[in-house]
């Protein structure tokens, strides 16, 4: 079937049925959503995908839930550590919420810090001077701080929920309606990525693992894990990806973000080639293909995560 529109009006996202039961939630941006979700039908119990950023959007998605499926979501998935995947978790507390183990680890070592640094220097009141000038990189600053600001809003009664069950490679729940796999492949995005694949309609939510017309964040990436990791996706044959950010795509978004990958590893190659004494990064244009983007700021900033990575690749090349 086609992609549709489901009628269940959210202030944080757009719902789209991807198939019978399975439902995609596009945020809208700088409402406090910030990751994409989603719900799945199992046949005879709820499933949701990621939950926000914000616990009034993840408010939204159990009651868009409990509308389309009848039940209270019985399981939800963190699919990595970040906190728009993760911070919508307390509305959830009567569910199973199931990560990766190293997700459950990075979650409980890094998110009280990040929390705290929030309350003390708030993100949104950040201003970046050099964004002043493209249009682009001022629209999708905005978004980002009107994100941020919601977060801070709900920062008095935002609580830290881990998961309550953790996995190390794949886990399997069997519905009446569908057999949904959680996968991990390991680390690209983050140190651990888990994705949830629907073998029967060859439809998968990818989380950040694959983000559609958006550049992907890659501070704490492992690009070459993320390289190995689309491949094994791209295996899978999709037809429907449900991104972490970024519309609902299809399969061929798989090998487009792979290929962004390859490209700014042979952007930075490159210019530090042509011009290894001056501040070669700073010469590198913004490929066509990726102007109409969003999250444009993520642009300059992988470039110099990607110079840093195979900088220091070359260099541990070297001690070998
Ligand atoms: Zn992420």
Redesign the pocket.
């Known amino acids: 079937m086609d992609i549709a529109e489901v009628s269940f009006a959210s202030p944080y996202f757009q719902l789209e049925q991807v198939a019978e039961g399975v439902y995609a939630a596009i945020v809208r941006g700088g409402t406090g959503a910030w990751?994409n979700a989603g719900i799945v039908d199992l046949g005879d119990e709820t499933l949701v995908f990621d939950t926000f950023f914000t616990p009034p959007a993840a408010q939204s998605l159990r009651e868009a839930a409990e509308t389309l499926t009848g039940r209270s979501p019985a399981y939800v998935i963190n699919s990595?550590f970040?906190a728009?995947?993760v911070f919508g978790n307390q509305v959830f507390d009567d569910a199973i919420i199931v990560s990766t183990t190293r997700t459950y680890e990075l979650m409980s070592e890094q998110l009280p810090a990040m929390l705290e640094e929030v309350r003390v220097h708030p993100p949104s009141q950040e201003e970046v001077v050099g964004d002043r000038q493209d249009p682009r990189l001022r629209r999708d600053r905005a978004m980002l701080a009107a994100d941020y600001r919601a977060m801070e809003v709900a920062l008095p009664t935002l609580r830290l929920r881990l998961p309550d069950l953790t996995f190390e490679r794949r886990l399997v729940f069997h519905g009446a309606r569908y057999t949904a796999e959680l996968l991990t492949f390991g680390g690209g995005?983050?140190p651990s990525d888990a994705i949830l694949y629907l073998p029967s309609i060859a439809t998968a939510f990818t989380a950040?693992i694959v983000q559609v017309d958006f550049h992907p964040?890659t501070n704490i990436a492992n690009p070459d894990e993320w390289l190995t990791i689309l491949e094994q996706v791209d295996k899978l044959g999709l037809q429907h990806v449900i991104p972490?950010h970024g519309p609902v795509g299809r399969g061929e978004h798989v090998r487009i973000m792979r290929q962004y990958l390859v490209d700014l590893r042979q952007l930075v190659t490159q210019a530090r080639l042509d011009s290894p004494t001056t501040d070669y990064l700073s010469t590198i244009q913004e490929p066509e293909k990726y102007r109409t983007w969003s999250a444009a700021p993520f642009f300059p900033q992988n470039l110099s995560n990607m110079d840093r990575w195979y900088a220091h690749r070359q260099e541990r090349g070297k001690a070998e």
């Open positions: 990751g990595h970040h728009d995947h995005h983050t950040d964040s972490g």
